[in-house]
């Protein structure tokens, strides 16, 4: 699943380890979702778009919707 997570951080200016201790995951969870290789829990990925206050569907792409 593509995401824009690499992004909003670091549009941010956080660290991975940052972003993870505000989602209470590990900053090896983060590389792993900014990287494509682990996909999060319905409920990180609500933590996720609440903490950047934006939908689900604005930082995760499953690849499904046409361009």
Do not use: C, H
């Amino acid at each position: 699943m593509r995401n824009r997570l690499k992004v909003l951080r670091a549009e941010r200016d956080w660290s991975q380890a940052e972003l993870g201790e505000r989602l209470d995951v590990s900053r090896q969870a983060i590389n792993a979702i900014e990287t494509g290789k682990y996909d999060p829990s319905l409920p990180l990925a609500f933590r996720i778009a609440r903490l950047f206050n934006l939908p689900i569907e604005e930082i995760f792409d499953d690849g499904s919707r046409p361009d």
